[in-house]
C-alpha cells in the first residue's frame, strides 16, 4: 500500500522535471511516509536511489538532486515510490522500491497476498527479497523473452491475488507501462511536453494547479484490468484491457544501463517478530486467578452483562436495565437502500460512492454488499493511522483485487502517530482510569475529517459505513458517566450535554494527571473534532437497512475472498488493529468484560444465539491474545511484560 507515482518530458528547456518531482513527492506523501524511492530515465541509463526514508528527507539528500539533473538532455522520465511498509522490512533496502530485474524498473501499489507460493510455483530455488512486489517483475522479465507485453501481463494478473497497479520502464525499448487491477490509477497527458501519473485523481489534480500546466487537459482515470503503454520518445499511448488483450509489440531496442545508486544510512527500527511470544508465569498465574474471579462475577440473567458495568441497573430477578429497556430497532429494509441509491444517481454526476475499508469483516463486507448486491463500483478509502496489522492491510488487497474496486489510503505520519499513543499510554499506566482508555484510539478519528475531503473531492454524495449495530458498547463513555444515544451504533451519538461532561471529565483527570499534557494533545483535539464535532449527515449505515448475520459474514468473506485470519484467536472481529487485543485486556483485568460481552450479550437480546452459546462463545473470545499485545507494545516501544505487570495490578472492580 503505496504511492506510486512519475512523469516524461520531451522538452526539458521548458518544464523544471526537478519541481514536477517534488510536488509528486510531496502529495503522494500521503499515501507512505517509510521508504521513498526513485528511478529516473536517461538518454543511455536508468538510474535508482532508494532509501527507507520519509518523502521529505529524500528530496533533502545530495543524490536525489544530483540524479534528477539531466544536464543536456532534451527529454527526461522518472517513476517514484512513497512506501507504506508491510511485507518486507524496510531497513533491508532490497525491500524497497523501486524494483529492478535485469532491464526492467519497476514499481508497485498494493499487497500481492500470495507472493511466497508465487515464488515457489515459479522459482522455488531462487533467492528473493521479502518484498511482495518482486514477483511481478520476475514474472514480466521472464514471460516477455516469450511473450508479448499484453500476454505477458495478462498471465501475471490470472496468478496474483491482490490489488496490484504498477509502472515500470521497460529498459532498453524506452517505454513505460502502466496496469492496474483496481483502478487505483490516473494520468495527465498534454501530448506535446508533459505526462503525468499517480495512484490518485486529487494528486494529478493538485499537481497540475501548482506546476501551472494546461488545466483544460482531462485527467484520465485507468479503470481496473486495464493497460496503458507510453512512449517515452513522443507520449503516443496505447490502452488495452488486461483480461482480453491485443499483441502489443514493443519495437526496438538500444542498450542501456541500470544503475543502482546505494543507500548506507539506513534507519533502525523496531522489528516486530511475535511469531513465538513469550509469556512469563507470573503474567499467566496472575491472569488465570484473575480470570477464575471474573467467572463467578454475578451476571445478568437474561444476556451476559456482568454486575460491574457502569451504566446499568439490575432488578430484584436479576435482569439488567438494557434487557428490560430493550426494543429491537426495526431495519429500513434492502429497498428503501436502493432506493436511496437510485435518487442519490440523479444528482451523482461521478456516479460513485464511498466505502470505508479498514479492513475489518464488517468493512469487507460492506464493499462486498456495494459491488455485488447494490451494483455499484465504489471508492474505497483507508487511514492508516500507525497500529493497523498487516493482516487488515492484506485483506484490504484480497478485497479490492478481486472486486477491481480504486483504494485510496492516507497514511499518517506513523512514526509521530506511535509516538503520541505510547504519551497517552505511559500517562494512563501512572493512574489508570477506564474512562480515559479511548484516549489510546484518538489517532484514528482523523479518519472521518479525510473521508469527508475524499468525498467532496471526488464529488460523491454519501460515504456507506458498516456500522454493526450489535457493537454497541456504551461502556466506554460510561465509563465517565456519559451516556450514549440509543439510536445511534456510534459513540459519536452523543447529546450535547453529555458531550460538555464527557470534556469535563476529560479535563479532571489531566489536571489530575499532567503527564497527559504532551505533544500528543493537538492530535488529541483534532480527533474529538473530528469525531464528535463534525457533520455525520453524509454517512449510509449498512446496516440500518440490513441485518448483520455473523455465519453469512464469515462464511463470503473466508470462502469467497479468502480472508485472513488472525492467528491468536478464532474471532474474526477487532482483528485488524492491535489497539482492541491491549484495551480489551485492560478491561478485563479490571472490570471483569471485555466489548465480547457486550457484543454477545446484543446477540442474546436479539434472539440471535442463546445465553449458553453466548457464554460459551465469551469465555473463548475473552481469552488474551497475547501475540497482538505484544506487537501492538513494540510499535508504540513500551516493554511488553512491564505494561501488562502494572496493568495486573491495577485495583480491580470484582
Known amino acids: 500500500m503505496c504511492g506510486i507515482f512519475g512523469a516524461s518530458i520531451l522538452n526539458l528547456k521548458q518544464k523544471n522535471i526537478k519541481n514536477i518531482s517534488r510536488v509528486l513527492y510531496d502529495l503522494s506523501e500521503t499515501r507512505g511516509k517509510e521508504a521513498s524511492g526513485i528511478a529516473v530515465n536517461k538518454t543511455s541509463s536508468i538510474e535508482v536511489f532508494k532509501t527507507d526514508l520519509p518523502a521529505k528527507q529524500f528530496l533533502k539528500r545530495p543524490e536525489f538532486s544530483k540524479l534528477i539533473d539531466f544536464n543536456s538532455d532534451n527529454r527526461g522520465s522518472f517513476i517514484g515510490h512513497t512506501r507504506l511498509v508491510t511485507d518486507g522490512d524496510s531497513n533491508d533496502n532490497d525491500n524497497n522500491q523501486p524494483v529492478i530485474n535485469e532491464n526492467l524498473v519497476g514499481i508497485h501499489n498494493g499487497i500481492i497476498v500470495n507472493f511466497e507460493e508465487l515464488w515457489q510455483k515459479y522459482y522455488p530455488n531462487k533467492k528473493h527479497s521479502n518484498l511482495d512486489s518482486t514477483i511481478f517483475f520476475e514474472l514480466l522479465n521472464n514471460e516477455l523473452n516469450d511473450n508479448d507485453l499484453a500476454s505477458s501481463l495478462k498471465l501475471i494478473y490470472d496468478e496474483i491475488y491482490g490489488m496490484t497497479t504498477v509502472a515500470c520502464f521497460l529498459g532498453e525499448h524506452r517505454k513505460m507501462v ?50 496503458v503503454l507510453v512512449d517515452l520518445e513522443n507520449h503516443n499511448l496505447t490502452s488495452w484491457k488486461l483480461n482480453s488483450p491485443s499483441e502489443i509489440k514493443l519495437g526496438k531496442s538500444e542498450p542501456i544501463s541500470i544503475q543502482n545508486i546505494p543507500f548506507n544510512e539506513a534507519q533502525r527500527r523496531t522489528l516486530f517478530d511475535v511469531s513465538t511470544t513469550k509469556v512469563s508465569k507470573k503474567l499467566e498465574s496472575d491472569f488465570n486467578k484473575s480470570f477464575n474471579k471474573i467467572l463467578n462475577i454475578p451476571r445478568c440473567k437474561v444476556c451476559l452483562l456482568p454486575r460491574t458495568m457502569p451504566s446499568v441497573t439490575f432488578n430484584k430477578e436479576g435482569v439488567c436495565s438494557n434487557c428490560t429497556n430493550y426494543s429491537k430497532k426495526p431495519l429500513l429494509g434492502e429497498n428503501a437502500l436502493k432506493n436511496k441509491m437510485k435518487e442519490l444517481e440523479k444528482h451523482n454526476a461521478s456516479n460513485k460512492v464511498l466505502v470505508g475499508l479498514s479492513g475489518g469483516r464488517d468493512s469487507c463486507i460492506t464493499l462486498d454488499y456495494v459491488v455485488n448486491e447494490l451494483g455499484i463500483k465504489p471508492i474505497a478509502f483507508s487511514y492508516d493511522w500507525g497500529v493497523i496489522t498487516d493482516l487488515a492491510r492484506r485483506n484490504q488487497s484480497r478485497m479490492c483485487g478481486k472486486l477491481g474496486v480504486e483504494h485510496i489510503l492516507v497514511s499518517a505520519d506513523i512514526k509521530k502517530k506511535r509516538a503520541n499513543i505510547r504519551k497517552n499510554v505511559s ?57 450514549q444515544d440509543e439510536g445511534g451504533a456510534m459513540a459519536y451519538n452523543v447529546d450535547v450535554m453529555n458531550k460538555l461532561k464527557m470534556l469535563g471529565g476529560y479535563a479532571k483527570e489531566y489536571m489530575l494527571n499532567p503527564a497527559y499534557i504532551n505533544s500528543s494533545l493537538w492530535d488529541t483535539a483534532s480527533a474529538f473534532k473530528s469525531y464528535y464535532v463534525n457533520d455525520h449527515s453524509f454517512y449510509v449505515n449498512l446496516f440500518d437497512y440490513i441485518d448483520w448475520n455473523e455465519e453469512k459474514v464469515n462464511d463470503t468473506l473466508i470462502n469467497k475472498y479468502d480472508w485472513e485470519l488472525a492467528t491468536d484467536t478464532k474471532s474474526t472481529w477487532r482483528i485488524g488493529d492491535g489497539t482492541a487485543a491491549f484495551y480489551n485486556y485492560i478491561y478485563l483485568m479490571v472490570a471483569g468484560f471485555t466489548e465480547f460481552d457486550t457484543f454477545n450479550s446484543n446477540l442474546i437480546r436479539a434472539g440471535i444465539i442463546t445465553r449458553e452459546e453466548g457464554l460459551k462463545k465469551t469465555i473463548e473470545e475473552n481469552q488474551p491474545r497475547y501475540d497482538t499485545i505484544k506487537w501492538y507494545l513494540d510499535a508504540i516501544n513500551l516493554d511488553f511484560e512491564e505494561t501488562l505487570s502494572i496493568i495486573n495490578n491495577i485495583p480491580k472492580r470484582y
Open 178 to 227: 502502466l496496469s492496474t487491477n483496481n483502478g487505483s490509477l490516473y494520468y495527465y497527458n498534454d501530448e506535446n511536453n508533459v505526462f503525468i501519473f499517480a495512484s490518485e485523481y486529487g494528486i494529478i489534480k493538485d499537481a497540475v494547479k501548482k506546476l501551472k500546466l494546461d488545466s483544460s487537459k482531462k485527467i484520465i482515470h485507468v479503470n481496473d484490468g486495464n493497460a
Open 427 to 483: 500517562a494512563w499506566l501512572k493512574r489508570p482510569h477506564l474512562g480515559l482508555i479511548p484516549l489510546f484510539m484518538a489517532g484514528d478519528k482523523q479518519y472521518f475529517h479525510h473521508a469527508n475531503r475524499i468525498r467532496k473531492l471526488y464529488d460523491i454524495p454519501v460515504t456507506i459505513m458498516g456500522e454493526n449495530h450489535y457493537e454497541k458498547t456504551q461502556f466506554k463513555t460510561g465509563f465517565l458517566g456519559v451516556k
